[in-house]
């Protein structure tokens, strides 16, 4: 396929950059001679199990570049400063300097480490994300924010540091656990929620296509899922508003994970778990209809997401919450959804309200 006849979608930021669909991973080395004529060094930014998997089809493509693989190990830990510090003694014993190109190839995890990275390294050089899992190819690779923690939280140290391209290949999916797609598809469905009736429908109707992974249905998918996100950060880039709708489920799924510790709940069992959460206070302020919430309900336990967490105490959960990165002023600013297809931003609702709307997804 000609570099001219990929599909693609363009974010229109104050920096635009070109969202590629269904690209060949051999072929972003054309792509990246065409664009970069003073790149003659590559960093490729990667985790051992992703390298295993596409390294070598990447590398075909960079024949004529010099190349250097820097490897961490997998998990969300690897977002820490310690490993920014290390990759770039790496980078710089590998002679990284100034018109050093980073490709971040992986899923949100390394695509916030080596975007985070490539934003500080020499006070910022160029970056292409490569997104491989689901969840980054719909939503963590576009729009430009990158991160990693701090022990008082997650992507506490960050930036908005958009990449050149987003260069996403859809059959690095095809070896992707399912666990992990359920993240993706948390994520997706909460697009569909934000701003797409017809992407929420999509996904009810294609449940069995969908489950066996049809790549035709696949990349309608990740297109539609994706366009969404590209949608929202052309026109907020930096999050002065609509962008924060993005958040939806968010602040509840963050407030259990904090509560879990982290464990025996996923991401996406979280904004899984938020969304409805949300949805139920959505219902308590008149936004949605009992049957609405059945409906999102409904779709969440169709793909395995669940719908109710046991025994956690609500009050802890809402104690949690304040610690909301969109809170203001001590108040809470929450997003709730509106039917299925709209998002607002909603700075009135109580703790009583929230309240009441946790109890209605734990189960004793
Ligand atoms: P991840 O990056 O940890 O990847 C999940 C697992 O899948 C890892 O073990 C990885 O090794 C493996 N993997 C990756 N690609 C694979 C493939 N093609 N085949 C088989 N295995 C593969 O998790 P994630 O869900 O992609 O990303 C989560 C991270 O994204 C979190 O740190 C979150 O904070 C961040 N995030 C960022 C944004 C943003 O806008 N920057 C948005 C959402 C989430
Ligand atoms: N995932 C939320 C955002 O990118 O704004």
Redo the contacts with the bound molecule.
């Keep these: 396929m000609s570099l001219a006849e990929l599909q693609k979608i363009e974010v229109t930021a104050a920096r635009s950059y070109p969202v590629f669909l269904g690209a060949p991973l051999e072929e972003l080395g054309e792509y990246l001679h065409s664009q970069f004529k003073d790149v003659e060094h590559i960093l490729i930014v990667t985790?051992?199990?992703?390298a295993e998997?596409?390294a070598e089809r990447l590398q075909k493509g960079l024949l004529d570049y010099r190349v250097n693989l820097l490897t961490v190990p997998?998990?969300?830990t690897e977002?820490s400063l310690e490993r920014l510090s290390q990759l770039t003694t790496a980078a710089l014993r590998c002679g990284a300097d100034r018109h050093t190109l980073v490709i971040a190839l992986?899923?949100?995890?390394?695509?916030?480490l080596a975007?985070f990275f490539a934003s500080v390294f020499m006070r910022g050089i160029r970056l292409i994300q490569v997104?491989?899992?689901?969840?980054?190819q719909v939503?963590?690779?576009?729009?430009?924010?990158?991160?990693v923690?701090h022990p008082a939280g997650?992507?506490i140290i960050g930036a908005f540091y958009p990449p050149r391209a987003v260069w996403t290949d859809f059959t690095?999916?095809?070896?992707?656990?399912w666990s992990?797609v359920e993240?993706?598809l948390a994520?997706s469905i909460k697009h569909a929620l934000i701003t797409d009736s017809g992407l929420f429908e999509f996904f009810e109707t294609q449940e069995e296509s969908i489950k066996q992974r049809d790549p035709v249905i696949w990349r309608e998918m990740v297109t539609r899922s994706s366009t969404v996100k590209v949608t929202i950060v052309s026109q907020d880039e930096q999050e002065q508003g609509l962008r924060a709708l993005l958040n939806l489920g968010h602040s509840f799924g963050h407030a259990l994970e904090t509560a879990m510790n982290y464990r025996g709940v996923t991401?996406?069992q979280g904004v899984s778990i938020g969304l409805v959460a949300a949805a139920y206070l959505a219902n308590a302020k008149g936004l949605m209809t009992g049957a609405e919430v059945d409906r999102i309900k409904h779709l969440l336990n169709t793909y395995g997401l669940p719908i109710e967490i046991k025994g956690q105490d609500p009050e802890v959960l809402l104690h949690l919450m304040q610690a909301d990165k969109k809170n203001q002023g001590g108040r809470k600013i929450l997003i709730l959804p509106q039917g299925t297809g709209q998002a607002v931003i909603a700075r009135d609702c109580t703790d009583a309200e929230i309240l009441d709307a946790w109890k209605q997804v734990i189960s004793v």
């Design positions: 985790n051992q199990v992703v998997l596409y997998a998990g969300e977002k992986g899923g949100g995890v390394i695509g916030d975007g997104p491989t899992t689901l969840l980054a939503d963590s690779s576009i729009g430009g924010k990158v991160a923690n997650k992507n690095t999916l095809e070896s992707l656990p992990e993240n993706g994520e991401h996406g």
